[in-house]
């Protein structure tokens, strides 16, 4: 007995161990990949891409531009992704499906789709009588980030809700709350931390578009070229230590947002 006991705790230690060594191994693998980028770079190199002002340029473009597309995304993504939370309403599920297709579709066929949308109304008219033209612009550059990113917040929303007991509304509503007051002073108190959480996921994949751009704004120095647009750009110019230098600072981004996702949302951290 002693023997199989023994054999049994071996056994028992053998899949942690090896979990464990498959996470170690991977982490490690990215390690690599941005120290080799770095030491590819070298210091001098590094001080000279870092501190050039067209840098920071498409650094603040990508942050400003994902931080308006987030803003817009959420304010539509709360709503939308309580009623999926909370309400049962005929085609739910086919309603559902149709917010999904930005997340399972790809963004180059939301950007190509787009050339048909703003052709129509409303965007014809803030063209024609507001002279508000979006497309190879800014503007063009924050609607496809939305475009993208809605779904997501949507999504993300609901499963912030989805943690949240609905008997709490319901003892806020037999108390004589409305539900306008139970939103507000019920569910999004406890649901906050989840949606801060959600709010900076959805803002790393706003800074990440690009392919929705490359289609439907184009790149102008400048203008348009957010970070990881930018990278392409330069990638087919031969611009490597421009590609190099953005890549570091698209993932020291990426860390950070996904790091700071994990502390404010704490237990309700979706990933």
């Not at 899949?15 to 170690?24: D, F």
């Not at 939301?110 to 949308?117: D, N, S």
């Not at 803002?203 to 070229?225: I, K, N, S, Y």
Request: overall charge positive; some cysteine.
């Amino acid at each position: 007995m002693p023997a199989v006991n023994g054999l049994k705790t071996a056994q028992g230690r053998v899949w942690p161990a090896l979990c464990v060594t498959l996470m170690i191994v991977s982490i490690g693998f990215y390690i690599l990949m941005v120290a080799s980028n770095w030491l590819y770079l070298g210091w001098g190199d590094t001080l000279y891409f870092f501190s050039h002002p067209r840098m920071w340029q498409r650094f603040w473009l990508t942050v400003w531009t994902a931080t308006l597309s987030t803003a817009i995304s959420i304010f539509i993504g709360i709503p939308a992704g309580y009623a999926l939370s909370r309400y049962s309403f005929p085609a739910r599920n086919l309603l559902a499906s149709i917010i999904d297709l930005p997340i399972v579709v790809s963004p180059a066929v939301i950007g190509a789709f787009l050339f048909g949308i703003t052709t129509r109304f409303p965007f014809d008219v803030l063209s024609s009588h507001f002279d508000i033209y979006i497309g190879r612009n800014v503007s063009g550059v924050i609607l496809v980030q939305f475009t993208v990113t809605c779904a997501f917040s949507a999504r993300l929303m609901k499963a912030a809700f989805d943690m949240i007991p609905p008997r709490y509304e319901a003892v806020s509503l037999s108390l004589g709350a409305s539900h306008f007051r139970t939103f507000f002073k019920v569910v999004l108190p406890m649901a906050k931390n989840g949606i801060i959480a959600s709010m900076i996921v959805v803002w790393a994949r706003a800074a990440a578009e690009w392919e929705g751009l490359m289609l439907f704004v184009g790149a102008t120095e400048g203008h348009t070229d957010i970070m990881p647009f930018a990278i392409y750009l330069d990638w087919n110019a031969g611009m490597m230590g421009w590609v190099v230098s953005m890549t570091i600072v698209c993932i020291l981004m990426a860390i950070t947002a996904m790091a700071a996702m994990r502390i404010i949302g704490g237990r309700s951290a979706l990933w």
